[in-house]
């Protein structure tokens, strides 16, 4: 049984820009708690704002999931490869289209578009691997990567998954426009398969990351435990880079550095014979085995904007840091810069080096200078910001920053929309609990 809430036309204090059109979806909680750590654990409903004309309607959906999947005596697939980057961040996640145009959150696949959410690890396992594991339900076919990129020049989709056997590789696909077939790119071979969420590209080339947080394919897998279980944090085989050229499937680099880990990209380009990756960089796998997020405070592990530096011919020539604050979920002026140069990256963060809190804050980094800006208020608790420019940008930060914010104090949501150059409040809009009948009913 699904529990749909009818649309209606939200409270807005301040003024929404009149451009602004399109639907952001996000997920959130499915009731009204009264406490911060019940939000967060809580069950969840998809949460649809509607934009128009300086108007912001409503809707929610609440899936009625059923009975927990222990209870079944048996792990089903899609347990078995939940990606932990979703059970982490989940209730701060955020997709956003644009209307009518081409969406810049949504992945656009021939007369189709795929919104990118629950997404299992981009695996697909060799016959008779899982025998004994205990899964339920059979074999899934190879899923996608949670983020798909479009590539810069040619519109190509490019995705990757990981064929995990004997003998694992990484295989890189690609779809070109129009079409739903996926043509093998390239299969890279490795032997010490790992956990990637995401990779990046430039104009010329696919990026992948293998973290040494990896799984050894000649041992049996755990039964009844997810597949991230079986993985293990081997910081002595370093973190590894394969460059990939687009055209050709060639690998024209394969470098190894200091051991580091992360979920997210924010950004990559090409440099002449160089290929610059900016990362969220964690010094190591400790996310993967956070605690849920009703325990994360005072233990959440932090992750750094980190630049490294490829050099196709010799190695990884430098790595750096963007920037001081911690830096999640980040987003950019992806239609104009993906796989580009750029300037500016939105996500959130907390304050203090330790954690000690739940995302409190908005930022915007200046990758070129290092520079922050932030938007912070007590007690209010941002998700993944979405950017979306101006129809009229002449600068790379023309538009607004779209978050929903929940107040730690009393449980209440609400989103916020920014300036994305000054990082200034335009709006408020306040979103209803169920039940509430406050708000007005859109005619």
């Not at 990256?345 to 080096?353: E, F, H, L, S």
């Not at 910001?385 to 449980?411: C, K, N, Q």
Request: net charge neutral; aromatic share 10%; proline share 9%.
């Amino acid at each position: 049984m699904t529990l749909e809430v009818p649309a209606p036309v939200l409270p807005v204090e301040g003024a929404v820009p009149n451009w602004l059109s399109g639907t952001l979806l996000r997920t959130g909680p499915a009731t009204s708690p009264t406490a911060f750590r019940n939000w967060l654990g809580g069950p969840t409903s998809v949460h649809r704002f509607g934009f128009g004309g300086g108007a912001v309607a409503y809707r929610s959906i609440s899936p009625d999931t059923g009975p927990p999947a222990h209870g079944r005596g048996r792990v089903d697939f899609a347990e078995f490869t939940a990606d932990p980057c979703r059970s982490l961040f989940s209730r701060f996640l955020t997709r956003y289209r644009i209307a009518p145009n081409a969406a810049a959150n949504v992945l656009s696949l021939a007369d189709r578009q795929w919104a990118r959410h629950d997404t299992p690890i981009a695996v697909d396992f060799e016959p008779g691997i899982l025998d004994g594991v205990g899964i339920s339900g059979g074999i899934a076919s190879a899923v996608p990567s949670a983020h798909p990129h479009h590539a810069p020049l040619t519109g190509d989709v490019l995705d990757y998954v990981l064929w995990f056997g004997e003998h694992s590789e990484y295989r890189v696909h690609r779809r070109r426009p129009g079409s739903r077939a996926r043509e093998l790119l390239v299969a890279v071979p490795t032997e010490n398969p790992g956990y990637l969420h995401s990779f990046a590209v430039t104009d010329r080339f696919v990026v992948l990351v293998e973290y040494p947080f990896v799984v050894d394919p000649r041992h049996p897998l755990a039964p009844g435990r997810p597949f991230t279980a079986n993985h293990r944090w081997r910081p002595d085989l370093g973190t590894r880079f394969i460059v990939i050229d687009q055209a050709d499937g060639r690998i024209v680099a394969d470098h190894r550095t200091e051991a580091f880990f992360a979920f997210h990209h924010i950004n990559a380009r090409d440099a002449g014979h160089r290929v610059v990756l900016d990362i969220c960089s964690y010094p190591n796998a400790d996310p993967v085995n956070a605690p849920r997020p009703a325990r994360w405070r005072g233990e959440l592990p932090l992750a750094l904007p980190t630049r490294y530096e490829i050099d196709l011919l010799g190695g990884v020539l430098h790595t750096r840091r963007l920037a001081a604050e911690a830096f999640e979920l980040p987003r950019i002026s992806y239609r104009a810069h993906n796989g580009g140069d750029y300037r500016y990256a939105y996500g959130v963060g907390v304050q203090g080096p330790r954690g000690d809190s739940v995302f409190d804050r908005l930022v915007k980094i200046d990758v070129q200078s290092g520079d922050t800006t932030v938007w912070h208020e007590p007690g209010q608790h941002p998700g993944e910001p979405v950017f979306v420019p101006s129809p009229t940008a002449r600068h790379e930060d023309d538009g607004v920053l779209l978050s929903v914010v929940l107040d730690g104090r009393d449980g209440r949501a609400g989103m916020v929309v920014l300036d994305a150059r000054t990082f200034e409040e335009l709006a408020r809009v306040g979103v209803p609990r169920h039940g509430d009948t406050a708000v007005s009913t859109a005619s």
